[in-house]
């Protein structure tokens, strides 16, 4: 493997053991219908981060200018001061209206939506710039700190509304420990900007963002709605232990990738096409070996891990081995319809993936009344999204 995306991976794995390392403990001090808030919250804010990132995480690796870097820098951060204020407008409005548990729901998802949108923004810049061993000190760094503060929540203040403001204040910390200061000049790649960023091209990516986000969170929303607030709880621990891991190794993944290919995309290289199979290809092997321990340490740990009362979590678990397993393979290549200016294509496929997984779910939910067959229905159609996007994105690349 290579020794930068290996450090990046493992990077990312460090952080998220610690991370994961502190949910026996949020296990054991809420109960599951408690925890189903937050983790609905937490679901929100993921699926509205588009809103205040607009994408652009993922076209500033393959800028060329840094006239247009600071262009797109100026919108990035604009953008998610205004999805901030609005989203805890929205908090405002709901406490105005005595509905105090809507409003703490908004002001949760408002935190969560910014400290994951102002950190992938930030990482951008490090993508561009190829500067990994930084990238990688503050992947570890967030997850590290954020642990620390919702285990120290748990145990000495209970509260589902400061787990929300550990996540910010978390990621606040390790991007500002890592941060370039100085103002540096970032220099240009070359004096053409071929794909200048546009508002339509904002218009589909925020679109497809908000789909993709959607299509990861519905499963846990949806539990909620169908199954009540404790099928919330053990759907949506399930997904954070089987998914987060491999989320953010395929975080890390995709940002080697668009650091490795965001020169060939603004030379024009032709071997692009080549070159991204390739590192699909090395994959297989890792995403192997996650699905396998997923169906069978899911169910034999889940009781030992979670607590007496949450074996339902454990099958859920193995019911998402085959889609998190895709999710690895395919997910760290598909910013690169972005970067090569195909972001309706990729609205559209999102669109799909979300319209299968979500059908299918409810139509075993219909016909059974079980929620792990309605997991299973979700995850087929997770599966065949996944492998429709890799074909269309192989197909959708210039071949000169």
């Known amino acids: ?13 460090a952080g998220q053991i610690a991370f994961l390392a502190v949910m026996p403990v949020l296990t054991r001090v809420f109960e599951p219908g408690d925890l189903g808030i937050y983790q609905v919250a937490l679901a929100a804010g993921l699926i509205l981060q588009p809103l205040a990132t607009l994408r652009l995480e993922f076209v500033i690796p393959s800028v060329v200018t840094s006239r247009e870097l600071k262009r797109i820098s100026r919108i990035a951060t604009w953008s998610q001061v205004c999805a901030g204020i609005a989203l805890l407008g929205v908090g405002v409005a709901g406490a105005l209206l005595d509905e105090s548990s809507f409003a703490a729901s908004a002001t949760m998802a408002a935190m969560i939506m910014v400290s994951y949108a102002s950190m992938a923004i930030e990482n951008a810049y490090l993508v561009r710039d190829r500067q990994l061993r930084r990238l990688a000190i503050r992947n570890v760094a967030a997850g590290l700190i954020a642990a620390a503060l919702q285990a120290a929540v748990a145990i000495f203040i209970p509260n589902l509304f400061l787990l929300a403001a550990s996540i910010l204040v978390g990621r606040l910390i390790a991007v500002l420990a890592t941060r370039e200061w100085g103002g540096k000049d970032r220099r240009d790649h070359g004096t053409d900007e071929h794909l200048p960023w546009s508002a339509r091209r904002g218009m589909y990516a925020v679109a497809s963002g908000l789909v993709s986000s959607a299509s990861l969170q519905i499963l846990t929303l949806y ?16 997904q954070r232990t089987a998914s987060a ?7 890390a993944l995709s940002q080697y990738t668009q650091s490795h290919l965001a020169p060939l995309v603004r030379s024009r290289d032709s071997s692009l096409r080549s070159e ?4 699909t290809r090395s994959l297989i092997p890792l995403a192997i070996a996650t699905t396998v321990a997923l169906s069978v340490l899911g169910p034999l740990l889940a009781v030992p891990v979670f607590g007496p009362g949450w074996e339902q979590a454990g099958w859920v678990i193995a019911a998402l081995a085959l889609p998190t397993g ?3 393979l395919i997910a760290p290549a598909t910013p690169l319809f972005m970067m090569i200016g195909r972001e309706r294509d990729l609205f559209y496929i999102q669109l799909m993936r979300l319209c299968l997984s979500l059908g299918l779910a409810i139509i075993l939910n219909l016909m059974t009344g079980a929620l792990l067959l309605a997991v299973i229905g979700y995850g087929i159609g997770t599966c065949i999204g996944y492998a429709v996007t890799f ?3 192989v197909r959708v690349i210039p071949r000169e």
């Open 1 to 13: 493997m290579n020794r930068s995306r290996a450090l990046l991976i493992g990077s990312q794995i």
């Open 391 to 393: 074909v269309v994105l």
């Open 223 to 238: 539990s909620s709605v169908g199954f009540g607030s404790a099928a919330a709880g053990y759907v949506g621990v399930a």
């Open 326 to 328: 895709l999710q690895l």
């Open 245 to 251: 891991p491999l989320s953010l190794v395929s975080q």
């Open 276 to 279: 991204l199979v390739r590192q």
